[in-house]
């Protein structure tokens, strides 16, 4: 990821930016991170961006895809899969 910021403490903050957002950081490296991004505009802006784009992910591997599509994708996977097994065997 790259940044408009060039300190040290932007550098930090943006390499633990993931593990910030998954809450997979220490408590005193959330607080130093969270401390940074309240005083930083820019890594706020690459924050929210970030976490909207966690937020929309997770919230579209939820949704279920209709029948149809599903049906559809696994006759392509089981096609190709025969395709494969057919090359590999002649």
Do not use: W
């Amino acid at each position: 990821m790259t940044s408009p910021c060039e300190g040290p403490d932007c550098n930090q903050a943006l390499e633990n930016l993931y593990l910030f957002l998954d809450q997979e950081i220490d408590t005193a490296s959330c607080e130093e991170i969270q401390s940074h991004i309240d005083d930083c505009s820019s890594c706020l802006t690459a924050y929210d961006l970030e976490r909207l784009v966690k937020t929309l992910v997770s919230r579209s591997c939820a949704e279920v895809a209709p029948e149809p599509l599903r049906d559809k994708v696994l006759f392509s996977i089981r096609t190709v899969q025969v395709q494969i097994t057919e090359k590999r065997s002649g």
